[in-house]
């Protein structure tokens, strides 16, 4: 069985730094593509950012693209998020994912639906 379960959330004033985390159980990460999701009272779930089983291809949103960075530890099999200028705009709940099925692969996804295992998620709210 595998787990996601991300850390690190919190309440952060606008303009601050966060860092997730992600740790994986149950499975080697290492050859997986991991995503990071987010959802926003009242909205739905959008992609934020995803990252290649060995970092050579990464993906942003535009709206965090040069604030938010996405990193893997694989020896860790963890997944990072980390999260700079943040805005009140950026107020969500934090999930990451694993896409199982693209292994080693150059490709990353932005689809929620090629998302095959999920977190619990964790809260960020960031004050103006």
């Known amino acids: 069985q595998v787990q996601l379960v991300e850390s690190g959330g919190g309440l952060v004033q606008a303009g601050g730094s966060l860092r997730l985390s992600c740790a994986v159980s149950?499975?080697?990460?290492?050859?997986?593509?991991m995503g990071w999701f987010r959802q926003a009272p009242g909205k739905e779930r959008e992609f934020v950012a995803a990252?290649?089983?060995?970092?050579?291809?990464?993906y942003y949103t535009d709206s965090v693209k040069g604030r938010f960075t996405i990193s893997r530890d694989n020896a860790k099999n963890t997944v990072y998020l980390q999260m700079n200028s943040l805005k009140p705009e950026d107020t969500a709940v934090y999930y990451c994912?694993?896409?199982?099925?693209?292994?080693?692969?150059?490709?990353?996804?932005?689809?929620?639906?090629?998302?095959?295992?999920w977190g619990q998620g964790t809260q960020v709210t960031v004050s103006s």
């Open positions: 149950g499975r080697t990460l290492s050859s997986y593509v």
């Open positions: 990252i290649n089983w060995n970092g050579g291809s990464i």
């Open positions: 994912a694993a896409d199982v099925r693209k292994r080693y692969s150059d490709l990353v996804s932005d689809h929620q639906y090629e998302y095959d295992y």
